[in-house]
């Protein structure tokens, strides 16, 4: 066994037995230790940094109770996990769904460390959340339950500090109602949260960027392969904020998306979705995706949101949840002729799919480059937040476009340097590695 095998292992090791019934964390530390092997090798003085990188600088749980409509108490659990701040304030979104927990916000918060690593931007990684549904509850009530999370919240964030968003579940509606009691427990009008809405704070462009942003390093790979976007048929997996806008901006480019999805089942139009229905029943009705047939009969829904990856396509841009492509999955995209994936989700697909993909030679954008449009766009609002103006939106798409082409180029570039050529996750986790990597040497043992 070689010295960068027996350090990756005794670490992996002791990251499985400290955070015992977690394997969605243990999945993404895995990943990356792996990719890391070569450096490790060339730069054996890095081996203590993985030591430190593992173990969160700070675990935050917080009972979060609040009263529904019909009067009666709720609890539920609120989670913030700080997990690393050499390059910058913690940096990261808030996610309400059924299935968090801790070992979910610990795999959110390790991935957000490279990828934001990867902007290029000072800030580092963090996440959080809540085990809270917003589905099915009225305004009042997502209101009171913000409220109260953010009640616990306000003392551990801060514009320098930390800076959530959003993410699943949690969209313009919660970021005002948590900024409004943000506002209300501290006086202070700043940027600790980004995603705000435009009247007070908000930028540009960040609703669309994450899906704009995949599109936009979809479009350096499929360049780097002698290709565009034209005439290509594209899969988008979800119908949340990331799949709309990435359908819209691969549509803008000449795709045709023919197939979207929710946690309920999938929807295929072979004449391309119709992204004013998707927004209408998603963004404003709050619907199901099945009513998308209701109103095109051409249409079909299927149960069950899996099988949206045996539809033939020749992009798959997974954008809803956490291994949502199995092996199985991968395997019929690879059969159906796929010739391009990129993650808009975080960690849409397993370890076994993306050897899938690999193995079959099908360029691959890992998420925690792809996706990274978002928190960079977050960044560039917390630029505008401290300068007290605000960019056009032109602007802001120019300098999101700008740095997914420099991330892709990047993580490209160390890919090739480290041997792992053609391997974009690899050189996804190195990029980010080595900037978070640099600076914690630099600041001593914390």
């Not at 514009?159 to 579940?169: H, Q």
């Not at 999938?266 to 404003?284: C, P, R, S, V």
């Not at 249409?299 to 949101?305: D, I, T």
């Not at 792809?370 to 802001?396: K, P």
């Amino acid at each position: 066994m070689s010295f960068s095998q027996q350090v990756i292992s005794e670490i992996m090791d002791g990251v499985t037995k400290r955070n015992p019934g977690e394997p969605t964390f243990h999945q993404a530390v895995m990943e990356v230790l792996e990719s890391l092997e070569p450096v490790i090798e060339k730069h054996p003085e890095y081996a203590d940094i993985l030591h430190r990188i593992v173990e969160p600088e700070r675990q935050i749980i917080f009972r979060v109770p609040w009263v529904d409509d019909n009067g009666r108490l709720q609890v539920n659990r609120g989670f913030r996990v700080q997990f690393n701040s050499a390059i910058g304030p913690y940096k990261g979104g808030l996610r309400f769904h059924p299935s968090v927990n801790v070992g979910i916000i610990k795999f959110l918060g390790f991935e957000q460390i490279f990828k934001n690593s990867l902007t290029g931007l000072p800030i580092g990684g963090g996440k959080g959340g809540s085990d809270f549904d917003p589905k099915g509850k009225s305004d009042a009530e997502v209101m009171r339950f913000c409220q109260s999370f953010m009640t616990e919240l306000f003392r551990h964030i801060g514009a320098d500090v930390d800076v959530p968003a959003g993410d699943i579940g949690v969209g313009g509606r919660e970021i005002g109602y948590l900024y409004g009691q943000y506002k209300r427990l501290t006086g202070v009008y700043h940027g600790v949260l980004t995603g705000k809405g435009l009247s007070y704070g908000g930028s540009l462009t960040r609703t669309e960027a994450t899906g704009y942003g995949l599109v936009y390093f979809l479009e350096e790979m499929l360049k780097e392969n002698g290709q565009d976007l034209a005439n290509k048929t594209v899969v988008v997996s979800g119908s949340g904020n990331v799949a709309i806008y990435a359908a819209e901006k691969a549509r803008q480019l000449g795709a045709r998306v023919v197939a979207m999805s929710d946690s309920n089942g999938y929807i295929f139009d072979a004449d391309g979705i119709n992204l004013a229905t998707i927004k209408q029943l998603k963004e404003i009705e709050r619907q199901r995706i099945k009513a998308y047939v209701e109103r095109h009969p051409s249409a079909e829904y299927h149960e069950g949101p899996k099988g949206i990856w045996s539809i033939k396509c020749d992009i798959a841009l997974p954008c809803a949840t956490q291994n949502e492509i199995d092996e199985e999955s991968a395997s019929q995209l690879v059969a159906n002729g796929v010739k391009f994936v990129a993650e808009g989700a975080n960690m849409p697909s397993t370890p076994e799919a993306i050897k899938v993909f690999q193995d079959n030679r099908i360029p691959f954008g890992p998420a925690k480059a792809s996706n990274a449009g978002g928190v960079a766009t977050s960044a560039l609002e917390m630029s505008q937040n401290s300068m007290r103006c605000s960019w056009t939106f032109e602007e802001v798409d120019a300098k999101l476009k700008g740095i997914m082409i420099n991330i892709y180029r990047e993580t490209s570039r160390v890919a090739r340097e480290y041997g792992c050529e053609d391997n974009l996750v690899a050189g996804a986790n190195i990029a980010g590695f080595l900037k978070v990597a640099d600076a914690m040497m630099a600041q001593g043992i914390v």
